[in-house]
């Protein structure tokens, strides 16, 4: 069956780096993306990435690594803002999203 | 502005009732999608459509259906067959089913069946 695993919650201080990690077991792979979700309200993208590497946007970078299945999203200068679930998702070879189950992040001042 | 509309955002109705859910988008989005989300769980699909007039079931669609007359609208019936309705509902579109489009997602609708 089609996986993908990330951790349930983190927490992080304010003005701190972290990195939150995903990985997946998917029929086929046809690209990675991270949103963001804020309790309540609908998740907004973040990032995409379908090669080997690191994208940077902002405070925000996703890394992705075909061969090991896996994918991380970092966020540096933590801001109380920052404070959301943030969700991973695979298309794979049917071009379908599967999605992860979200890694909640709790910011502590 | 562009973007995506659900309504209501919060919706209440008794068991054995077939409710319908709105999605209305102004982006000129092509795809459009119907996912529940349960706690602790991945958002789950239950209908796409890449077109007017076409939609394909996503895995849980038992109990469900939709329509696609218009490019613009994707409105979502949960049935009295859906055994356990009570959910977050999000409705999403997108330029493609394909490549690095990202999906544009609605507000969400917090239907409670009791």
């Known amino acids: 069956g089609q996986n993908i695993d990330q951790p349930t919650e983190m927490t992080a201080t304010e003005g701190a780096i972290v990195q939150i990690n995903c990985t997946y077991q998917?029929?086929?792979?046809?690209?990675l993306f991270w949103y963001q979700q804020h309790a309540g309200e609908a998740p907004t993208f973040l990032s995409y990435?379908?090669l080997d590497g690191l994208e940077e946007k902002g405070r925000f970078s996703s890394f992705l690594s075909r061969s090991k299945g896996y994918s991380y999203l970092l966020l540096k200068e933590l801001q109380m803002k920052d404070s959301a679930s943030y969700l991973c998702?695979?298309?794979?070879?049917?071009?379908?999203?599967?999605w992860g189950a979200g890694t909640k992040l709790i910011i502590k001042p | 502005d562009g973007g995506i509309t659900q309504s209501p955002k919060y919706l209440f109705r008794k068991e054995g009732q077939n409710v319908t859910l709105s999605c209305e988008q102004n982006?000129?989005?092509?795809?459009m999608y119907w996912y529940r989300q349960d706690p602790g769980q991945g958002l789950r699909l239950i209908y796409y459509?890449?077109?007017?007039?076409?939609?394909q079931k996503g895995d849980i669609a038992e109990g469900y259906s939709v329509s696609r007359e218009k490019k613009e609208s994707f409105p979502l019936t949960v049935t009295s067959a859906q055994k356990n309705p009570t959910a977050f509902y999000l409705c999403?579109?997108?330029?493609?089913?394909?490549?690095?489009?990202?999906?544009?997602f609605g507000p969400g609708t917090r239907l409670t069946v009791t």
């Open positions: 982006l000129n989005h092509d795809a």
């Open positions: 459509s890449q077109i007017v007039n076409d939609f």
């Open positions: 999403a579109s997108s330029i493609a089913d394909s490549g690095s489009y990202e999906q544009y």
């Open positions: 998917t029929s086929g792979f046809n690209g």
């Open positions: 998702a695979v298309r794979d070879s049917n071009y379908q999203l599967i």
């Open positions: 990435n379908v």
